[in-house]
């Protein structure tokens, strides 16, 4: 197979040859992982039992994908990934906060799967054969993980595809049989030693319901054209695409997330998950386990680690996309070996999925509202002003900027992080929320609104191509 030689760049009628069933494959098959098995630990780590713990992973769940899963739709139409494509509100340059805050959500996600990957494959060798659980073999272990994973980001989408479709089978077959051999040790009842995270059930239950129910969908804000651009909107509809990214969300992000709070309590994991999980296991299931973890791993970092390079390639256009992608790798690696040894897996987790929700959130808001506002019609060469090195076209607003749409995506991102709750920080908005995190909500109707108000003040709002250069209505499919 050869390497992909796509950037962000804008995909070639004929080379969009996937559909929503490709869609809904690598959804599933990159999902099935620890990295994503383990937020399913967060709301029993938290001190809610089962059913509180099943009620904030759904409702967050599909609260997330009712706002992100239309983001599949703008690079239907563009062709080109979605930090790309939010040139239209943010301009041909500072389209590089789509870029900038992809490459932290990717680089974040990509360090999460190594280390709980990692950590889970040490314990489990360790159990199997007496592998010593050193800081020196858990190093071994990420590095090893880090190169099978640059392996498939760098061959491309067409790999990756591929690499989903089989994970989407043979880790739903994993997955069921660790329902059996945890079941013994089951309960419904939060780990011992665990009290509400906040003081009392009602914040808890929300901050679960965003940091391991709402974040998983939110994760895939700029992800979701990589996949979307290589779709063709003259053989799909518009409708079949959204719905095929609503499913593929939906059972790609709860199939694991369930399974990690089955786990969780069974294995009794308050304040870690890999240990307790390794430690509760019986011994045949060690190598299903094992296997588990390293190909699950390999297949969701490698997913997020291309589409690090590809935001990485946007924001320096003069890097290639396979060097851009072993640079994300060696940055990504290394935040796992910091993060291993110098935080806990449960405040790092959650300080981390909450920060970047309120700094992500705005951003996709203007984006959707642009959509919206052009009724999916984009100047595909217009948006590639920026990756040519030249200047012009109808997104270029001032130097490349559109000022107001960066200002308000500023003031979301600011009243996001002023009203967020983390084990590292507080936000002084929650004296006004009652100590409950509504970064999210907040964060997302700051920006939105900020955006409305500012281009209706300045007049500057995304401009709609000409009638010739609009897309063309998709067929259903």
């Not at 399974?259 to 296991?281: C, Q």
Request: charged share 10%; aromatic share 10%; with cysteine.
């Amino acid at each position: 197979m050869p390497i992909e030689q796509r950037g962000v760049d804008t995909i070639p009628e004929e080379e969009r040859t996937s559909g929503p069933r490709d869609l809904v494959s690598i959804l599933l098959g990159s999902n099935l992982c620890l990295g994503v098995i383990v937020f399913g630990w967060l709301p029993p780590s938290f001190g809610l039992g089962l059913w509180p713990s099943l009620t904030a992973i759904v409702t967050g769940t599909f609260v997330g994908i009712a706002f992100t899963a239309p983001l599949a739709l703008v690079s239907l139409r563009t062709a080109t990934n979605l930090s790309t494509s939010s040139g239209a509100q943010f301009g041909v340059r500072g389209r590089l906060v789509g870029s900038v805050v992809g490459l932290l959500l990717a680089l974040g996600y990509t360090a999460l799967t190594l280390w709980i990957g990692g950590d889970v494959m040490v314990a489990t060798l360790a159990r199997l054969v007496g592998l010593p659980d050193t800081g020196a073999t858990h190093a071994v272990m990420y590095g090893v993980l880090a190169a099978f994973t640059v392996v498939g980001a760098v061959f491309g989408y067409r790999l990756l595809l591929r690499m989903s479709k089989v994970l989407s089978i043979g880790m739903v077959v994993l997955l069921a049989i660790g329902l059996y051999a945890y079941a013994p040790d089951f309960t419904t009842a939060a780990p011992p030693g665990t009290e509400y995270l906040l003081g009392s059930f009602w914040p808890t239950w929300l901050l679960a319901a965003v940091a391991a129910g709402l974040s998983g969908p939110v994760a895939f804000i700029t992800l979701l054209g990589d996949y979307t651009r290589y779709i063709s909107p003259s053989r799909h509809s518009s409708r079949k695409v959204f719905w095929g990214t609503c499913l593929g969300l939906a059972i790609g992000l709860l199939i694991p997330q369930l399974f990690g709070t089955y786990t969780a309590l069974a294995a009794k994991a308050g304040a870690d998950y890999a240990g307790p999980l390794v430690d509760a296991s019986p011994f045949w299931y060690l190598v299903p386990l094992l296997a588990a973890a390293a190909a699950g791993s390999v297949g969701n970092a490698g997913l997020m680690l291309y589409s690090m390079g590809l935001d990485l390639d946007a924001i320096v256009p003069r890097a290639t996309r396979t060097k851009a992608t072993v640079i994300a790798a060696a940055v990504a690696t290394a935040f796992v070996f910091i993060g291993s040894f110098e935080w806990d897996v449960q405040s790092a987790m959650t300080s981390f999925v909450l920060l970047l929700t309120a700094i992500g959130t705005p951003w996709a808001v203007i984006t959707l509202i642009g959509y919206v506002r052009c009724r999916g019609q984009y100047d595909a060469d217009a948006l590639q002003v920026f990756n040519r090195r030249s200047v012009g076209g109808i997104y270029w607003y001032r130097a490349g900027w559109n000022l107001q749409a960066t200002a308000a995506w500023a003031i979301g991102a600011g009243v996001g992080l002023l009203a967020v709750t983390t084990p590292f920080y507080e936000g002084p908005l929650l004296a006004l929320t009652g100590g409950v995190d509504c970064s999210f909500v907040l964060s997302g109707l700051a920006g939105g609104l900020a955006y409305t108000v500012l281009t209706a003040l300045s007049g500057d709002e995304a401009p709609a191509p000409a009638a010739e250069s609009a897309a063309e209505e998709p067929v259903a499919a």
